[in-house]
């Protein structure tokens, strides 16, 4: 549920602050993989017997985390925006294949 929150809040800060330098095709890129990441995430069975806080950090915080980098870069002052953007597509991606290969083979 906070997961489509967060999706919620960081696409309408998106359009509707113009100080980001993405551009709205790959934001539109971003937020559909994003969105098939949750519905992967909150909908496809099974799921875990049991959980920790680290398959939360994992599959909760780190997409999210991604997402927002994408959407974003210009907030990271330390590092260009495009390392920023390719750090985030390599989360988000590694993160929905890791969740994608335990749904479909382990769990």
Same mark, same amino acid.
């Given at each position: 549920?906070?997961? @489509? @929150?967060?999706?919620?809040?960081?696409?309408?800060?998106?359009?509707?602050?113009?100080?980001?330098?993405?551009?709205?095709?790959?934001?539109?890129?971003?937020?559909?993989?994003?969105?098939?990441?949750?519905?992967?995430?909150?909908?496809?069975e099974?799921?875990?017997?049991?959980?920790?806080?680290?398959? &939360?950090?994992l599959?909760?915080?780190?997409?999210?985390?991604?997402?927002?980098?994408? =959407?974003?870069?210009?907030?990271?002052?330390?590092?260009?925006?495009?390392?920023?953007?390719?750090? &985030?597509?390599?989360? =988000?991606?590694?993160? =929905? =294949?890791?969740l994608?290969?335990?749904?479909?083979?382990?769990?």
């Open positions: 549920m906070i997961e @489509i @929150i967060v999706l919620i809040v960081l696409v309408s800060f998106y359009f509707c602050v113009e100080g980001s330098d993405t551009s709205p095709k790959e934001a539109s890129v971003a937020i559909g993989l994003y969105g098939i990441y949750l519905v992967v995430y909150l909908l496809t099974p799921f875990p017997a049991a959980t920790s806080k680290y398959m &939360g950090q599959y909760g915080f780190l997409p999210a985390l991604s997402f927002g980098a994408i =959407l974003f870069p210009h907030f990271n002052k330390s590092a260009p925006e495009v390392v920023t953007k390719t750090i &985030g597509w390599a989360g =988000l991606t590694t993160t =929905l =294949l890791i994608s290969y335990f749904k479909f083979f382990v769990w």
